[in-house]
């Protein structure tokens, strides 16, 4: 299992000759197997947070370290192959691609992966819709399916790679109150029966009341 820890993380965005600030100074630790919410309003660095620890983007000023490790001293390749190979993503946009089925948009992590882990990479991504709930839909399309069945299918894209992380940003602001629940349950499920680690961003008191620990926020500061 994988532990995460940032350490005095800035990050500043230049908009023109203005400077930005969307972090100023965040440390935090995450336990393996933890089940833990950043939440705050619009605007405070949510999604910034969670894009430090998923490794799309580097930090300012600070460390990012998972499993020890400071993601800054990693190549291109090295960060691919932790992302593919230990992050799981879920966006609240859904990002399923409009011309695949559901089972291949499951399927898709799995082709970008070494040999070994393509292997039965149909089986893998059929067996993740069915323990999201989904079987008998493989064929669909994403324009074909309801809001809370394309999150389904985004949270079985997540977990077809068997990551010890799953960073989830807002997965519940583009659905009503009861599939929002049922999404939250759902992982809430897979992070109790498999020891996957989530990390959400949400300002939705719904998935604040089923975290482990909250940590909030404010104008790019975690507070006390």
Do not use: W
Request: net charge negative; proline share 5%.
């Amino acid at each position: 299992m994988s532990s995460v820890r940032v350490e005095n993380a800035t990050k500043d965005y230049q908009l023109g000759r203005t400077t930005v600030p969307a972090l100023r100074g965040v440390s935090l630790s995450v336990e393996p197997g933890e089940f833990i919410t950043v939440a705050g309003p619009s605007g405070s660095g949510k999604s910034t947070l969670l894009n430090l620890i998923g490794c799309l983007d580097h930090p300012t000023s600070g460390r990012v370290l998972i499993d020890e490790q400071d993601v800054a001293t990693l190549g291109d390749d090295a960060l691919s192959d932790l992302r593919a190979g230990k992050i799981g993503f879920i966006f609240q946009t859904f990002n399923l691609i409009p011309v695949l089925s559901a089972l291949e948009n499951v399927e898709f992590p799995l082709l970008v992966q070494p040999a070994g882990k393509r292997q039965r990479a149909r089986d893998r991504a059929r067996a993740a819709l069915a323990e999201v709930g989904l079987a008998g839909l493989e064929a669909h399309r994403p324009d074909e399916l309801s809001g809370g069945q394309r999150q389904r299918v985004a949270v079985a894209r997540a977990l077809v790679t068997d990551p010890v992380i799953v960073l989830a940003d807002e997965p519940t602001a583009n659905l009503d109150s009861t599939t929002g629940e049922a999404i939250v349950a759902l992982m809430e499920e897979i992070n109790r029966c498999e020891g996957t680690t989530f990390i959400f961003s949400t300002h939705d008191p719904r998935v604040m009341g089923r975290a482990h620990r909250v940590l909030r926020l404010a104008d790019g500061r975690l507070e006390a």
